[in-house]
Antibody
Framework: QLQLVQSGAEVKKPGSSVKVSCKAS????????ITWVRQAPGQGLEWMGR????????NHAQKFQGRVTFTADKSTSTAYMELSGLRSEDTAVYYC????????????WGQGTLVTVSS | QSVLTQPPSASGTPGQRVTISCSGS????????VNWYQQLPGTAPKLLIY???QRPSGVPDRFSGSKSGTSASLAISGLQSEDEADYYC????????????FGGGTKLTVL
């Protein structure tokens, strides 16, 4: 059974960076397109971007231009999302997820990682 | 505000049929398939409907989806208490270098 297991909760200071990991098991990681979605407290889902693991090619929502980096380590079946220049508005649960092989929909989700930005 | 528009709330009594709408534009729903996700309190979202009207294995046939033009709908028949959750529509958007967009979410309350 395919699983995406994320790293634990983080507390960060404003202006710092956070790196969240997402380890895949039960499938062929190199064929995945991993995407990242965040959810601020009491708010809806917000798409951040995606990375095509086999190619290492990523794109992101314009809102995160210059602040977010997606990477994928095929040797450990782990994807990473690094967000820099943290501000209080970045406090959210960050989810990794994968697109199905057609790329048309997200079919599996990680459990989420709470990132709290506070001075 | 979200690119896809959903009503913020919906409600029904057990056994009723409820529908949740999702309105978009030609660059998203009008040219791409719509998907629906269910998020139970405190949990990650779960795929409920994909490619407009397909159900993953394990999703009851009480849940159905449809799409027409630039709008889509999720219908839940025989409403049950465990259906109380947040529901999100989502689709690819062909504008702005291809990105994925979500609706704002609809909180379904079972009265």
């Amino acid at each position: 059974q395919l699983q995406l297991v994320q790293s634990g909760a983080e507390v960060k200071k404003p202006g710092s960076s956070v790196k969240v990991s997402c380890k895949a098991s039960g499938g062929t990681f190199s064929t995945y397109t991993i995407t990242w979605v965040r959810q601020a407290p009491g708010q809806g889902l917000e798409w951040m971007g995606r990375i095509i693991a086999i190619l290492g090619i990523a794109n992101h929502a314009q809102k995160f231009q210059g602040r977010v980096t997606f990477t994928a380590d095929k040797s450990t079946s782990t994807a990473y999302m690094e967000l820099s220049g943290l501000r209080s508005e970045d406090t959210a649960v960050y989810y990794c997820a994968k697109f199905d092989n057609s790329g048309f929909y997200i079919d599996y989700w990680g459990q989420g990682t709470l990132v709290t930005v506070s001075s | 505000q979200s690119v896809l528009t959903q009503p913020p709330s919906a409600s029904g009594t057990p056994g009723q049929r409820v529908t949740i709408s999702c309105s978009g534009s030609t660059s998203n729903i009008g040219s791409n398939a719509v998907n629906w996700y269910q998020q139970l309190p405190g949990t990650a979202p779960k795929l409920l409907i994909y490619t407009n009207n397909q159900r993953p294995s394990g999703v009851p046939d009480r849940f159905s989806g449809s799409k027409s033009g630039t709008s889509a709908s999720l219908a839940i028949s025989g409403l049950q208490s465990e259906d109380e959750a947040d529901y999100y529509c989502a689709a690819w958007d062909d504008s702005l270098n291809d990105h994925w967009v979500f609706g704002g979410g609809t909180k379904l309350t079972v009265l």
